[in-house]
């Protein structure tokens, strides 16, 4: 990386990048950065807070583990420990991803919020603004991810309510929340998980179910629902696969829809290939909510001072609010000038082809497909920019071109 014009008053510093920049340090960044590496290609990633994988280390519930087993959640080139169980604590995850890191010499640039990037027509370059510094380079790396930022509903009448509200993304554990009333609004995977930490510190919670939902148990037979479904797609289309895993789910868990949980009409893979709604993976509540610990509440139609009434008529005190209503990308936010992500920060281009845009720009970590996704776009961009590096490295031996000369 070269300075082109160091800091001035009130001026931004500016670099000429060496190889791609990648916006983002979680799991997407690492992967496509230690690819990269791995092909001979430099990179720098810039990342938002000061650790890598922020989400893990300072956006998720301590009681959080890996969902899909292990085989599922690796990233290229390197495995995780030979002794790490069949499902890793949110722990193990960081730790192997810190020493990913090491392994590949991955230094990211912390405390770097992109604020723009934009590609520039005249000179061919990337010009991606932080908040003090303005980095140059010919390819973009987006992997900013699919849960940049909370979504935080407007829900009628929240302003008023007297108790503390956070999002799943700030919650830590139920210990806070010993004996309390509290209302979970949405039943994803993490609406599920922090009712079923509540229950296991004595709070008392109260479900928010607004609409359809499909549960499936993590195991089948012994092997991974995921790992199951996986193996069925090789041989047969994805329709049946979903029959087949709503048959053994309704034979394991019984009918849902008696508990409140209604099953969408479209399958559980089929819908999360289509919309990216994620099913759940039952890891223990849906037998609290079969003993009424964790209680199922339809919609919310408002929330009041000490409570909330809901779309039934009931009405009911709580002492704190917990939004599990999910994340959404930022991209929009700072990506300028381009077409090839949609208003919600996703790539128009549906999976397998979502890894590459135009004038150098990439994806990874926007297939809707967890870390298995991350992995496939990561090797991805790395095969395609390193013979574009190959090529210009070529040319810049041969050709003494001094914009080559410059990157
Ligand atoms: C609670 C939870 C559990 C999950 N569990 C699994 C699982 O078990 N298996 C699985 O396959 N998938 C799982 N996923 C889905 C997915 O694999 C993870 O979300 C994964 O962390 C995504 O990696 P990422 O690098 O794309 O995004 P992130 O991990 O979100 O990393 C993106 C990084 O970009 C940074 N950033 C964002 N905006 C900017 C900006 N403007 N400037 C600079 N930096 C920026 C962020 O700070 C962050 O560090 C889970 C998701 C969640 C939310
Ligand atoms: N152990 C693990 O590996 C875990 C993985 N994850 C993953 O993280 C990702 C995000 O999961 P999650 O945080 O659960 O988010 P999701 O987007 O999966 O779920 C959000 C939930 O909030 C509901 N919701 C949103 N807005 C409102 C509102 N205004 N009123 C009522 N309900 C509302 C949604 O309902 P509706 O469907 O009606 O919009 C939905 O039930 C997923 O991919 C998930 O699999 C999460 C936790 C643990
Ligand atoms: O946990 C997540 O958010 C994931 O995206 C992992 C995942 C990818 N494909 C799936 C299909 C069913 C359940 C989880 C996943």
């Known amino acids: 990386m070269s300075s082109c014009k160091e800091g001035e008053e009130n001026q931004l510093k500016c670099l000429w990048v060496q190889g791609p920049i990648i916006v983002g340090a979680g799991p997407s960044g690492l992967a496509v950065s230690a690819c990269l590496k791995n092909n001979g290609v430099p990179s720098v990633i810039l990342e938002r807070s000061d650790c890598i994988a922020s989400l893990w280390q300072q956006r998720s519930y301590n009681r959080l583990k890996l969902h899909l087993p292990k085989q599922f959640c690796?990233?290229?080139?390197?495995?995780?420990?030979?002794?790490?169980?069949?499902?890793?604590t949110k722990h193990q995850f960081i730790s192997y991803m810190e020493s990913y890191a090491?392994?590949?010499?991955?230094?990211?640039?912390?405390?770097?919020?992109?604020?723009?990037?934009?590609?520039?027509?005249?000179?061919?370059?990337?010009?991606?603004?932080?908040?003090?510094t303005e980095y140059i380079s010919r390819w973009l790396i987006v992997a900013t991810g699919e849960n940049a930022e909370p979504v935080i509903p407007e829900i009628p009448g929240i302003e008023k309510f007297d108790?503390?509200?956070?999002?799943?993304?700030?919650?830590?554990?139920?210990?806070?929340?010993?004996?309390?009333?509290?209302?979970?609004?949405?039943?994803?995977?993490?609406?599920?998980?922090?009712?079923?930490?509540?229950?296991?510190?004595?709070?008392?919670?109260?479900?928010?179910?607004?609409?359809?939902?499909?549960?499936?148990?993590?195991?089948?037979?012994?092997?991974?629902?995921?790992?199951?479904?996986?193996?069925?797609?090789?041989?047969?289309?994805?329709?049946?696969?979903?029959?087949?895993?709503?048959?053994?789910?309704t034979f394991t868990l019984g009918n849902t829809d008696k508990l409140g949980l209604r099953r969408p009409k479209t399958g559980p893979i089929e819908l999360k290939n289509a919309t990216g709604k994620t099913p759940v993976l039952d890891v223990g509540a849906l037998s609290q909510i079969?003993?009424?610990?964790?209680?199922?509440?339809?919609?919310?139609?408002?929330?009041?001072?000490?409570?909330?009434?809901?779309?039934?008529?009931?009405?009911?005190?709580?002492?704190?609010?917990?939004?599990?209503?999910?994340?959404?990308?930022?991209?929009?936010?700072?990506?300028?000038?381009?077409?090839?992500?949609?208003?919600?920060?996703?790539?128009?281009?549906?999976?397998?082809?979502?890894?590459?845009?135009?004038?150098?720009?990439?994806?990874?970590?926007?297939?809707?497909?967890?870390?298995?996704?991350?992995?496939?776009?990561?090797?991805?961009?790395?095969?395609?920019?390193?013979?574009?590096?190959?090529?210009?490295?070529?040319?810049?031996?041969t050709c003494n071109s001094h914009i080559i000369l410059q990157i």
């Open 290 to 397: 079969k003993s009424g610990k964790i209680k199922v509440m339809e919609g919310v139609r408002e929330i009041t001072r000490n409570g909330a009434k809901f779309l039934d008529g009931q009405e009911r005190e709580f002492d704190s609010i917990i939004l599990a209503t999910g994340y959404k990308s930022n991209v929009p936010c700072w990506l300028k000038g381009s077409d090839f992500f949609t208003e919600t920060g996703m790539p128009k281009t549906p999976f397998p082809n979502s890894w590459k845009g135009e004038k150098g720009l990439y994806t990874v970590g926007f297939t809707r497909r967890g870390l298995l996704g991350i992995a496939s776009d990561a090797v991805k961009i790395a095969r395609d920019l390193s013979d574009q590096w190959t090529t210009i490295k070529d040319c810049k031996n």
């Open 163 to 249: 108790g503390p509200v956070v999002h799943t993304s700030g919650y830590k554990s139920g210990l806070e929340f010993s004996n309390k009333r509290v209302l979970v609004v949405g039943c994803g995977n993490s609406g599920m998980e922090v009712s079923l930490d509540l229950c296991r510190h004595h709070a008392s919670p109260h479900m928010v179910v607004r609409n359809t939902v499909h549960i499936l148990p993590r195991e089948m037979f012994g092997f991974s629902t995921f790992g199951i479904a996986m193996a069925l797609l090789k041989w047969l289309p994805l329709r049946l696969v979903d029959k087949f895993l709503l048959l053994v789910a």
């Open 102 to 132: 090491v392994h590949f010499s991955i230094e990211p640039r912390f405390k770097q919020v992109v604020q723009s990037a934009e590609f520039d027509h005249i000179s061919g370059f990337w010009r991606v603004q932080t908040q003090d």
């Open 74 to 88: 690796e990233l290229p080139l390197l495995g995780f420990p030979e002794n790490f169980p069949m499902y890793p």
